[in-house]
């Protein structure tokens, strides 16, 4: 599941993209992939969710990344019409829309997303940075890069206690 997970990451493609074997090279002789079905049921498991964090902090720990972090969000609007229910109005883009945010933290060097959140699109960016921030690696010395929607001096503190300086 995690395999099949992070190939799709890699090519940057859906999960149903990477559950079929014409997506993958021939030397990978897979029995059978899993179905997008169980690839979205499993992918919500403690376990897998688990397995994933891991996978992640062995890759942040390998790879030499930079000193700048960035922060930021990405408006992910739905309809106007949607019945999603955890769709929430708010702004996106400087317009109003309904949907949801991506809340990054990003390696400016190596492009490499180190923490992230999904949140409804009412929800105010300093308040996701709040929870965002204290998940960050302790660093011996990193900027966290950071437009004025940030700017707050409960973050500084929290940036300052990871060892960042938010600019």
């Known amino acids: 599941i995690v ?19 014409e997506n993958w090279p021939s030397n990978f002789d897979w029995e059978r992939l899993p179905s997008p079905s169980t690839m979205s049921r499993r992918l919500r498991s403690i376990g897998v969710l ?3 964090q891991q996978v992640q ?39 109003p829309a309904k949907g949801y945010k991506l809340h990054t933290i990003t390696d400016a060097r190596c492009l490499q997303v180190q923490r992230w959140t999904l949140a409804p699109m009412n929800r105010h960016d300093a308040a996701i940075a709040a929870e965002l921030i204290p998940t960050m690696p ?18 500084y503190e929290q940036a300052a206690d990871k060892g960042a300086q938010l600019l």
């Open 138 to 155: 302790a660093a011996q010395a990193a900027y966290l890069i950071a437009d004025n929607a940030y700017d707050s001096n409960h973050l």
């Open 3 to 21: 395999i099949v997970y992070l190939w799709a990451v890699l090519w940057g493609r859906p999960v149903s993209w990477a559950c079929r074997r």
């Open 57 to 95: 902090s062995a890759l942040d720990e390998r790879f030499d990344c930079g000193l700048c972090k960035l922060i930021d969000s990405k408006p992910l609007p739905v309809s106007l019409y949607s019945k999603d229910a955890d769709a929430r109005m708010g702004h996106g883009a400087g317009l």
């Open 50 to 52: 688990s397995l994933i």
